[in-house]
């Protein structure tokens, strides 16, 4: 086991020991909608491109247009031509979608952005924000119900 590996797992052990009745949540951060919008055009533009690739279709002849170099070697290569068309517009369309976002919130109020800062926070600077949000949560507790 990578010592790296066995190090994460004991300090996991530790933070859920520290926090037994913290509840630990992902969901996803979407994007702009442009960007959305630009991922989703792009998923069904690369559908309609092998789509023409596998039948043979040239698209330019409809535009009057001699088809380019690119075109006639898809023509030949047509697994490949798919392929390149598939992997190359998924990337594009992750990178649309990605965005980077990392936020935690504790009782639905933020405590640490990565969109905002830039970074993900250390182990010990997620204990310390944590600690710090529970003794101030306990200590506005006590003052709106101080025989509680």
Known sequence: MDLDILSQNISDLHFLRRYPDIRIEGENYLPVPIYRHIASFLSMFKLLV???IIIGKDPF???GVQAPG???WGQQNKIYA???VFFFSNMIE???MS???FEITLNDVPVWSKLESGHLPSMQQLVQILDNEMKMNVHM???THPHS
Do not use: Y
């Open 50 to 52: 092998i789509g023409l």
């Open 61 to 63: 002849a409809f535009f």
């Open 70 to 72: 690119i075109w006639e």
């Open 82 to 84: 798919c392929m390149m």
């Open 94 to 96: 992750n990178q649309l």
């Open 99 to 101: 965005t980077g976002a």
């Open 141 to 143: 507790n006590t003052r």
